[in-house]
């Protein structure tokens, strides 16, 4: 079993910043390839971004590709998703999501995920 929790969501205006960390409770961290996820209000859940399991390969939406940033630090069990240039259209709850090394942009190919972070961008 892996427990996620995220945090370092909140409220900030558009053109702003924010960065997301996601610590992983698992003695076997760098076997799983790490997404991020959003949801937006009314909206279905959609992929962020993923790092596979060294970190040395990653994967981007094109609605935030150039502005955000995942990485991770398999010594500290840890995944972080750096948020720049932040839109309105960025307000989400925000989930880190753990799955096996083949896993892709599709959520069902996650095994588990955390609670999720509010991020607010405010026009």
């Known amino acids: 079993q892996v427990q996620l929790v995220e945090s370092g969501g909140g409220l900030v205006q558009a053109g702003g910043s924010l960065r997301l960390s996601c610590k992983a409770s698992?003695?076997?961290?760098?076997?799983?390839?790490m997404g991020w996820f959003r949801q937006g209000p009314g909206k279905e859940r959609e992929f962020v971004a993923r790092?596979?399991?060294?970190?040395?390969?990653?994967y981007y939406a094109d609605s935030v590709k150039g502005r955000f940033t995942i990485s991770r630090d398999n010594a500290k069990n840890t995944v972080s998703l750096q948020m720049n240039s932040l839109k309105p259209e960025d307000t989400a709850v925000y989930s880190c999501?753990?799955?096996?090394?083949?896993?892709?942009?599709?959520?069902?190919?996650?095994?588990?995920w955390g609670q999720g972070t509010q991020v607010t961008v405010s026009s």
């Open positions: 698992t003695r076997t961290f760098s076997w799983f390839t």
């Open positions: 790092a596979d399991r060294s970190g040395g390969t990653t």
């Open positions: 999501a753990a799955g096996p090394g083949i896993a892709t942009d599709k959520a069902h190919d996650y095994d588990y």
